[in-house]
């Protein structure tokens, strides 16, 4: 899916949410545990119920990995049950020297189907070209993330610049593929730095983790990061997966969603 196809969804569903499938064993609802994959069976009723409000989905690969290989089966399970017009990410973090990257791609996006995989840009230009070489697939690179860490190394200034590290980031890393192939982790924790990041570069898709359980501003970042193609995907996991832990789950899940698409069909209105 390229960003104009994305953007068309956007369009079509008025809603740039992504919802994150961070699921976990010992918060799924109890009467889905004796089931023989508890995982996936808590994912598809999620999808079924949330699919027609979002754009994303986004598992966060850790959930899974910890599982060992029945979690891999329900990571697989759960992304051939996503409607074929849903962008996928894997959140993954991944970034090592190249021919490893190389590997980490190929799991992504070759023996996995997703469309995109979220990188961390440390180890620079070699680690993460190979996940661009992938024909319509995306890199999500780290930039300014949402947790309380993130100011330890992402706000240093270089003394020969004056610029922030997640700065430099975004700067360098922009000439390395297109806006058709790399986006941006933008968090939702500190709305106010939005503006700032979305004159850096006013054409890429930013997905924005925070809002929701983090308690980032849903209307601050939209008022600050829309650009001409909406530019976002707004990432929100445990307010929506576990609004309920009772056999209600998947009605909650939707209300929640809904509820934070009628911001966004509010926001599309003001600031596209
Ligand atoms: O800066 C970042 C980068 C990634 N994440 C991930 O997004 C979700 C957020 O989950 P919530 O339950 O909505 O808080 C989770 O998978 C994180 O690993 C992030 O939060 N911040």
């Known amino acids: 899916m390229n960003s104009q196809q994305l953007f068309g969804q956007i369009r079509k569903k008025q809603s740039y949410l992504c919802i994150g499938l961070d699921t976990d064993l010992e918060k799924i609802p109890a009467h889905l545990r004796s089931l023989h994959d508890p995982v996936f069976e808590f994912n598809k009723q ?21 599982l ?42 070759e023996q996995m189907d997703f469309d995109s995989v979220t990188v961390a840009p440390y180890m620079g ?27 330890d190394f992402q ?7 004056g610029r922030k590290l997640y700065e430099e980031v975004i700067l360098k890393s922009k000439e390395w593929g297109s806006t058709d192939q790399l986006m ?17 570069v006013p054409d890429h898709f930013f997905l924005v983790p925070g809002v929701g359980a983090q308690g980032g501003d849903l209307e601050l970042v939209s008022k600050y990061g829309m650009n001409k193609q909406c530019g976002l995907l707004v990432n929100s996991a445990r ?15 939707e209300e929640e969603a809904r509820k934070v698409n009628d911001v966004m069909k509010q926001c599309l209105d003001q600031y596209l």
């Open 46 to 66: 999620i999808i079924d119920a949330t699919h027609k409000l979002c754009v994303a989905y986004k598992p966060n690969i850790a959930f899974y990995e910890a």
């Open 68 to 109: 060992g290989p029945k979690g891999w089966e329900s990571l697989q399970k759960t992304l051939e049950y996503i409607p074929d017009d849903i962008f996928t990410i894997a959140d993954a973090k991944r970034g090592d020297i190249g021919n490893t990257s190389s590997l980490y791609a190929k799991a992504f996006f």
């Open 125 to 151: 230009e070699d680690s993460v070209k190979p996940f661009l070489k992938f024909k319509d697939k995306w890199v999500i690179l780290l930039a300014h993330t949402s947790n309380p860490g993130a100011s």
């Open 155 to 161: 706000l240093m200034e270089s003394r020969v610049t």
């Open 184 to 200: 941006y982790v933008v968090g939702a924790t500190q709305a106010e730095k939005v503006e700032s990041i979305r004159a850096l």
């Open 239 to 253: 307010a929506i997966i576990y609004a309920s832990s009772g056999t209600d789950f998947s009605r909650k899940a």
